[in-house]
């Protein structure tokens, strides 16, 4: 069965410090990798998503995750924080191409 | 507003009555799936259709638990004699059917407190 380890659950960083979120999944099959942010108030949103290819992907509001295959890892990060990254980040995976397995998730609180 | 809507966004209950929410997709999306988050966890699978055909059930899913897409446009999902454990917040997503690639996209979710 497919599972996601997120490893913190509550992040607090000042605006301008740079942010790594970890992820780790368990499946032994070819997967696709996604980190989905729910802003205060909003619903679920992808942030970025690996299919294949370059295991370094951007995503959107200069967030990025690389997939490391060997460490089945995807963590994300983003160099510089602000306070509008305040939210809850989700990674999940899809195994089998239907359903989404969703880590805990983490929650991220940046201080003006 | 085109993305996917979910009803109500609230619901209250008492315990033993049952409850049906609804889901409209973006429109040109072939599937539909449910998820259900609780306090603390990140969603978890419930259920998916691929259009009007329920393909998966998760064993979460009991059997107070039934969801349609009957023209495999909208899907309800109806819980029967609601308990304090099915309070959570169900969540609906709708893709394309694309094989291994197909991204979700989240609707606002309905928050469901049974008392």
């Known amino acids: 069965a497919q599972s996601v380890s997120q490893h913190n659950h509550h992040v607090i960083l000042s605006e301008a410090a740079s942010l790594e979120l970890g992820c780790n999944y368990s499946y032994g099959g070819t997967v696709n990798l996604f980190w989905y942010v729910q802003y205060p108030g909003q619903h679920l949103q992808l942030l970025l998503k690996?299919?294949?290819?370059?295991?370094l992907v951007k995503g959107i509001k200069g967030f990025e995750a690389e997939f490391i295959k060997s460490k089945f890892s995807f963590n994300l990060r983003k160099p510089s924080v602000q306070w509008s990254d305040t939210a809850e980040y989700f990674c999940a995976v899809n195994g089998d191409g239907n359903k989404l397995v969703f880590g805990a998730g983490t929650i991220l609180r940046v201080k003006s | 507003d085109t993305g996917v809507s979910q009803n109500p966004r609230h619901k209250i209950t008492k315990r033993g009555q049952n409850v049906t929410f609804r889901c409209d997709p973006i429109?040109?999306?072939?599937?539909l799936y449910w998820y259900r988050q609780t306090l603390g966890q990140g969603p978890e699978f419930l259920t998916y259709f691929q259009n009007e055909a329920q393909l998966e059930k998760s064993r979460l899913l009991s059997d107070r638990f039934s969801a349609e897409r009957p023209k495999g446009s909208f899907s309800t999902l109806e819980i029967q004699r609601t308990e304090q454990g099915d309070s959570a917040m169900y969540l609906c997503?709708?893709?394309?059917?694309?094989?291994?690639?197909?991204?979700?996209?989240f609707g606002p979710g309905t928050r469901l407190t049974v008392l």
């Open positions: 429109s040109e999306h072939n599937r």
């Open positions: 997503a709708s893709s394309l059917s694309s094989g291994m690639n197909n991204e979700q996209f």
């Open positions: 690996y299919f294949s290819g370059d295991p």
